[in-house]
């Protein structure tokens, strides 16, 4: 790991593998789903480290675009982002109140998402100590069982005269569970319960959608959406807001070579060469957040060939076979593609089992990232910034 090596050797150094992020399409993607859901609102999830792309350069280019309400996963990333931020902004804690935090939260000015009876009752608490009401976001459980109160806290709540004395609700919301399924049955159940639930509260405002909420229909909008994985690239369906790919992934070349039929290749020797094949050493592995799902599956790409992953993949290197291009195409040194215009993030996903947001959380802070802004891009090492 590079961190902390002086800037003098930085500029003479060569880097494994380069994460480029591109923040003019952050930002295109930003107001590309604020105008598609206009004129509801439209918020950033910046949580776990902004999708694992950075905060630090996220969150303002999400700012410079117009975004003022933020939401995190927990406390700790609230204290992070608010030093990005002008006063005018809002930060959301999805994850909610922790016991023990109501003092932070409540001095930092965050607002809570208050998931449970006990986290409602512990702001409650909270206000009547400080004498002035708190500021939270109440969510409800309207059918994902994962966070929020249920419908008869909710209206226990409601019922409650001194509730809204002591807790200033600045949003009343709920999650989609199937958001991104073709039926949407299940989130019309979803929103008809959360619509009956928020009634009870009449002067909050409400959110339900996610990045694919925005894609159902304007009754999903409210009066915020809470849009994550469309800011950082992924696709929405046709009709909903249009998204442009942020991330780009590519990694060096350490060796190539040639090898006979019957040759093995990589831990286990779970793949043996049928015909001569010629292979190329990519520094690029599980610990960059390559996923070993990959063994065996998946590819690299260059110049719009297809270079599919052969043997496992190891912790700082794959193997892919590259006979389908000439020879001398690649030297050694070379950076071939391994999320790009050839393979999206979503195809790594699908090849790997799993889905763009954990490939995207998982990738680690070995590349070099590349930051493109105002058409201009600029390298740093993952360790200088988050
Ligand atoms: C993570 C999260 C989001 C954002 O979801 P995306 O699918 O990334 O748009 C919105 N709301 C809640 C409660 C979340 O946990």
Redesign the pocket.
Same mark, same amino acid.
């Given at each position: 790991m590079c961190v902390g090596m002086p800037r003098a050797k930085l500029e003479k150094m060569t880097f494994s593998s380069e994460l480029t992020i591109d923040l003019d399409a952050l930002a295109a993607n930003y107001r590309s789903l604020r105008d598609h859901v206009a004129p509801a609102a439209c918020g950033a %999830?910046v949580?776990a480290n902004a999708?694992g792309l950075g905060v630090a350069r996220v969150v303002p280019a999400l700012h410079r675009a117009g975004c003022r309400t933020f939401?995190v #996963?927990q406390l700790c990333e609230a204290f992070e982002i608010q030093p990005l931020l002008d006063t005018d902004c809002t930060i959301v804690i *999805?994850?909610g109140l922790d016991p023990g935090a109501e003092d932070a939260c409540a001095d930092a000015g965050f607002i809570p998402?208050l998931n449970a009876p006990g986290a409602v009752e512990r702001w409650r608490v909270a206000a009547r100590r400080r004498g002035h009401a708190l500021p939270a976001a109440l969510?409800f459980d309207t059918g994902m069982s994962r *966070?929020g109160v249920d419908a008869e806290t909710a209206r226990r709540l409601a019922d409650d005269p001194q509730f809204q004395q002591e807790v200033s609700l600045r949003l009343v919301?709920t999650?989609l569970a199937c #958001?991104?399924e073709p039926d949407t049955s299940v989130s019309e159940r979803q929103l008809s319960r959360f619509e009956e639930l928020a009634t009870l509260f009449p002067s909050a405002p409400r959110?339900i959608?996610?990045?694919? +909420?925005?894609a159902l229909p304007p009754a999903f909008h409210h009066d915020i959406a809470?849009? +994550?994985? #469309? *800011?950082?690239g %992924?696709p929405l369906p046709e009709g909903a807001a249009v998204i442009r790919p942020v991330i780009g992934l590519r990694a060096r070349i350490m060796q190539i070579r040639e090898i006979a039929a019957g040759t093995g290749v990589g831990y286990g020797l779970t793949y043996t060469a049928q015909t001569g094949r010629r292979l190329a050493t990519i520094a690029i592995g599980y610990a960059d957040g390559w996923p070993r799902t990959l063994s065996n599956r998946g590819a690299a790409w260059h110049a719009g060939e297809r270079l599919p992953i052969v043997g496992r993949v190891s912790m700082d290197s794959i193997m892919v076979d590259i006979s389908a291009l000439p020879e001398g195409t690649l030297q050694e040194g070379d950076m071939v593609e391994l999320i790009g215009p050839g393979q999206s993030l979503d195809a790594v996903a699908a090849d790997a089992g799993t889905i763009s947001?954990e490939i995207l959380t998982s990738l680690g802070r070995r590349h070099a990232r590349v930051h493109i802004e105002r058409g201009i891009a600029t390298t740093c090492l993952a360790g200088e910034i988050h």
């Open positions: %999830v949580k999708y939401f #996963a *999805l994850n998402a969510q *966070l919301m999650h #958001a991104d959110s959608a996610n990045s694919f +909420g925005t809470r849009a +994550g994985i #469309a *800011l950082y %992924v947001y």
